[in-house]
């Protein structure tokens, strides 16, 4: 029996040499001299690749669904899972990070469960909707966030009469790779309906509720107490960065307010804006992201590969891929990353490229990089 990394013996060798690479794989013992070179790379070689999902083909398909799948037990949501292409088949966006698109239906609700795995709503189109959390109804608006932290019973109900679609995105992957899922249906359908609605607008503490570029994260367990993030108040606070900053890209990270770290202790939400004309210079950083166009339109080189993109797509950056955005009109871009689990452990770099050129879309790196950061 041979492993697809770990190479029997040359026709040839000693015989007690072959004997005992034979040995040591009939009873799953690995050596470790013929495989240091894959265990241990010179940089991270996630198998995602970099990928886009157009909003007009998200947007046909989900309709068809609305029309097609009801909303019961069992299947649960009305979800269409971003698939990468370089992870076999798996329903997600990259190796930590799941993204989708789910949509409901007029007067629908989505039951009401909860799960060990974090999950976050940034909201495309549509009114009416709610999403329960833990007894707090949090109303739904385009461009809002929505956090429904690990182990928190939520449902999404309609009082609308038409549909609503909006990004969900999970830390499953990561969650399952530590073999650490748990699920668990709501004794009813739906939780009850329970005023005043948004209590954690009003009960949250009073501290920042953004922070421009990334945070500082360390290990806990705590998620923000604030579980809803308006459109307005990012849009406002974009719009003083890029005003007060005057650089092509203007980015802010949602934060908890209590402690200014991660909104959820394993995934970090952002929105950036880039400004008429901006194109940013490449950068790498370790940790998987998906970013969702939320309106305007542009272009991005992820690896050397162009993707052009306008509102309501979504596009994935893997692990220490080389990545540069640039927007002719401008555009705001929602992100969810994996980067507070890597900040919090002390493992996440960040290497800009000082100067580019993009040729027919493909990137060649400069000669002179900066010193890389940790």
């Not at 804006?273 to 309106?295: C, D, K, M």
């Not at 955005?325 to 929602?334: K, N, P, Y």
């Amino acid at each position: 029996m041979t492993l697809d990394n770990t190479p029997s013996a040359p026709t040839g060798e000693d015989p007690e040499l072959v004997s005992l690479y034979e040995d040591l794989l009939d009873v799953d013992l690995y050596p470790l001299w013929t495989i240091t070179r894959d265990l241990l790379t010179p940089s991270p070689r996630p198998r995602s690749v970099p990928w886009l999902w157009s909003a007009q083909v998200l947007a046909e398909l989900a309709e068809r669904a609305l029309r097609l799948i009801p909303v019961e037990r069992g299947g649960e949501r009305r979800v269409l899972s971003l698939g990468n292409p370089g992870l076999g088949g798996l329903p997600y966006a990259a190796g930590t990070l799941w993204g989708a698109i789910q949509c409901l239906g007029p007067g629908e609700t989505a039951p009401a469960h909860r799960h060990s795995p974090g999950a976050i709503r940034f909201i495309l189109s549509g009114d009416g909707v709610a999403t329960t959390v833990d007894g707090d109804v949090c109303d739904m608006h385009p461009g809002d966030l929505i956090l429904t932290p690990s182990w928190n019973w939520h449902d999404h109900s309609s009082a609308s009469d038409g549909p609503m679609l909006w990004f969900d995105g999970l830390d499953l992957p990561m969650i399952e790779a530590l073999d650490a899922v748990f699920f668990e249906p709501y004794p009813d359908f739906r939780q009850p309906d329970t005023e005043p609605h948004n209590r954690s607008e009003a009960t949250a503490g009073p501290g920042p509720r953004y922070v421009p570029g990334s945070v500082r994260d360390v290990l806990t367990d705590a998620h923000s107490p604030l579980l809803v993030y308006r459109w307005p108040d990012t849009d406002k606070e974009l719009s003083r960065l890029a005003a007060e900053s005057g650089e092509a890209m203007v980015s802010l990270e949602y934060v908890n307010p209590d402690t200014g770290a991660s909104v959820l202790p394993t995934l970090s939400c952002g929105m950036h804006r880039l400004t008429p004309g901006g194109r940013t210079l490449p950068v790498r950083r370790t940790g998987n992201s998906v970013f969702v166009v939320y309106q305007g339109s542009g272009t991005s080189v992820i690896d050397g590969r162009r993707f052009d993109w306008s509102a309501g797509d979504m596009f994935v950056v893997p692990s220490w891929a080389a990545a540069e955005h640039a927007s002719g009109e401008g555009a705001d871009l929602f992100s969810i990353g994996d980067s507070p689990v890597l900040r919090a452990l002390g493992i996440y770099r960040e290497l800009p490229l000082d100067t580019a050129q993009q040729v027919t879309g493909v990137f060649v790196p400069a000669q002179l990089q900066r010193t890389e950061t940790r």
